[in-house]
């Protein structure tokens, strides 16, 4: 049997899930055709490696990802210290969607459209939003 098969065949039927066979074979594609930084990125606290003093065991971030009750928050550090992979892996560890924009070419437009989509998420299938915004120093004042 094929992998498509074998993937077919385990994807639940329309309406026993909130999967179905086109939004997983979606997901598998993006997944093989991102680049490889973004399949190598680790995605639980356990493979995520530094920031110890932050996300260690015991520390009040680390507990507050795991009981899902987060405050808003900025990380901040310089590139490559783990910002962004953080906030994947709090959204992933806390089931909430991951929206995640550049200040350097959204615009507060892009904003009020992801807000509203977390709003409609929330509302629909009770999903919380986490938005990451890189570079928020750069956005315009006005």
């Given at each position: ?76 550090g310089p ?64």
């Amino acid at each position: 049997m094929t992998n498509d098969r074998q993937k077919r065949k385990k994807t639940p039927a329309a309406g026993a899930g909130t999967t179905d066979l086109f939004s997983t074979q979606t997901e598998d594609l993006q997944r093989r055709q991102s680049p490889l930084a973004a399949r190598m990125r680790p995605s639980t606290l356990a493979e995520f490696v530094g920031q110890e003093h932050i996300v260690g065991d015991g520390r009040v971030l680390r507990k507050a990802i795991e009981s899902g009750q987060l405050p808003s928050m900025i990380l901040w550090g310089p590139p490559g210290s783990g910002k962004t992979t953080l906030a994947y892996i709090i959204a992933h560890s806390t089931d909430s969607h991951f929206a995640s924009v550049s200040a350097v070419t959204a615009g507060v437009a892009d904003l009020r459209i992801i807000i509203e989509e977390a709003r409609e998420r929330r509302a629909l299938y009770g999903k919380k939003t986490i938005l990451f915004i890189d570079e928020i120093h750069r956005f315009n004042k006005a």
